[in-house]
């Protein structure tokens, strides 16, 4: 099993670490399993954010941000470099964020973005 040792592609807020942690216990997922960020085609803007604990799979790289263990594609990692997952728990709103600075437009729900 190869971890890659260059600088992962993405980073997280504290936040979202705590965040990821915590839906990583209550689901009871073991650690065989890593967080998939990705993309995938589709949404209102082009393109959608994948986020979610899948096994690693044939192309994908892996790296260790925060003491989480990731799973990315590849090809992703022209789309997500630089990105910032955070996660918000406020009035307005709730759950997980994207701040990409590779996004061209992002539509109002903040999950779809275009190049």
Do not use: W
């Not at 915590?22 to 650690?31: A, P, R, S, V, Y």
């Not at 393109?47 to 096994?55: E, H, K």
């Not at 690693?56 to 997952?85: C, N, P, R, S, T």
């Amino acid at each position: 099993m190869s971890i890659a040792v260059e600088a992962a592609p993405v980073s997280f807020t504290p936040g979202a670490v705590k965040e990821l942690f915590k839906l990583k216990d209550q689901q009871e997922i073991n650690d065989e399993f890593g967080l998939r960020v990705g993309v995938e085609g589709g949404g209102c803007s082009g393109m959608n954010y994948i986020l979610g604990f899948d096994m690693k799979k044939d192309g994908d790289q892996e790296y260790i941000i925060d003491g989480i263990k990731v799973f990315m594609h590849k090809a992703h990692g022209l789309y997500l470099a630089g990105m910032q997952i955070d996660y918000q728990d406020g009035l307005n709103a709730r759950g997980f964020t994207f701040n990409n600075p590779n996004a061209a437009s992002t539509c109002g729900c903040g999950s779809s973005f275009s190049v």
